[in-house]
């Protein structure tokens, strides 16, 4: 028989290795007489440095739809009274292309601190790094109430330069000065939305 390898497409009860070489991951391989089979269908991921063999769910590699704590990227779209509008462009570091998928973040979830006046704290364009909370209707609902989440990028409104950070709350930009305030992920700027297919 052929022991695949780390990449292949594995199908539940595929033999993947010995017991003695590997060691199976308890949520996706089991062991019998000394082997390790698969216990999900997905891709075959095998670490050799530390002989651990693991494989992710092919559905979960291929997953654009939100779920409760992942993690997105989107771009405002939209400022309203009590809520701002998210078109997702990444879910856990996987950049989907015209995602069609929306979220809104209500005022009550943007920050720890008290948020008056949305507008005041993000503007149309913007990028934020946001956490999925749940489904409501037929977008979600995601929150930047942390240090982490906020926005990661945002654009001079009048000149459309990438604005500077400046200080805890604000961003400026370098060629107009034109200076606003926002609710800043701590490494803002620094992002590079990494494509993973
Ligand atoms: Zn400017």
């Not at 409760?68 to 009590?82: A, H, L, P, T």
Request: proline fraction near 2%; charge should be positive; include cysteine.
């Amino acid at each position: 028989m052929i022991i695949p390898k780390s990449g292949d497409i594995v199908k539940i009860g595929d033999e993947l290795g010995f017991e003695e070489q590997f060691l199976g991951s308890q949520d996706s391989t089991y062991s019998e007489n000394g082997n390790i089979y698969a216990a999900i269908n997905g891709i075959l991921k095998i670490n050799e440095n530390e002989r651990i063999i693991h494989i992710n769910a092919q559905n979960e590699e291929k997953r654009i739809i939100p779920r409760q704590g992942d993690i997105i990227i989107g771009e405002i779209s939209m400022i309203r009274k009590n809520s701002v509008g998210v078109r997702m462009v990444s879910l856990n570091d996987k950049v989907i292309v015209n995602s069609g998928i929306f979220a809104n973040i209500h005022v009550s979830n943007v920050s720890k601190s008290y948020v008056d006046k949305l507008d005041s704290v993000f503007q149309k364009t913007d990028l934020v790094r946001a956490k999925v909370l749940s489904k409501f209707g037929k977008e979600w609902r995601i929150a930047t109430d942390a240090p982490n989440l906020g926005v990661i990028l945002s654009k001079c409104k009048y000149c459309g330069h990438n604005m500077d950070r400046k200080g805890r709350d604000q961003v400026k930009c370098p060629f107009c000065n034109h200076t606003e305030r926002k609710k800043i992920a701590s490494d803002y700027a620094k992002v590079e939305i990494v494509l993973r297919f």
